[in-house]
């Protein structure tokens, strides 16, 4: 099984309306994953492995088991090329799943997991990623 792990303090991320948005404060590129995209990240920053993903995809969504792994293991070859993720020698599972995990009442389909990046806001994500706010205020490019 391989482990993986949010490439922090490099990467941040948020979850917003079953959409993931994350950011890579070094290179000022955002992504955006889709529903099942969203359901793998939550996965790699739980501490789970490969194959615990695709477990924890095939209870959440219908669909072929083989579609789904090769859906998982295209997002997370995606997602290292990216720099969003590395490798973790094993799993150290940070959270429990979210209140409810595990009961489903009605499974959605299966669509392949899309990483989609968006490179249109470097220039202001890169002039100051910790929004550092001196007296002449936000944004401001570094000293030299």
């Not at 799993?91 to 389909?109: D, F, I, N, R, Y």
């Not at 470097?122 to 001196?134: N, Q, R, Y």
Request: hydrophobic fraction near 40%; proline fraction near 6%; include cysteine.
């Amino acid at each position: 099984m391989n482990f993986f792990r949010v490439n922090s303090p490099t990467v941040i991320h948020e979850a917003i309306d079953g959409e993931t948005v994350v950011v890579n404060l070094e290179s000022g590129t955002y992504y955006s994953l889709n529903d099942s995209g969203s359901a793998v990240w939550d996965c790699v920053a739980r501490g789970l492995g490969d194959g615990q993903i695709v477990d924890q995809l095939c209870a959440r969504f219908s669909g072929d088991r083989g579609q789904i792994e090769a859906g998982v293991g295209q997002i997370l070859g995606d997602m290292q090329r990216e720099h969003l993720i590395i490798p973790a020698s094993e799993s150290v599972v940070q959270e429990a799943p979210p209140s409810g995990a595990g009961t489903v009442l009605q499974q959605k389909a299966f669509m392949m997991p899309a990483l989609q990046k968006y490179s249109d806001m470097e220039d202001l994500l890169l002039l100051d990623p910790i929004h550092d706010v001196a007296d002449t205020g936000w944004p401001n490019r570094p000293a030299e």
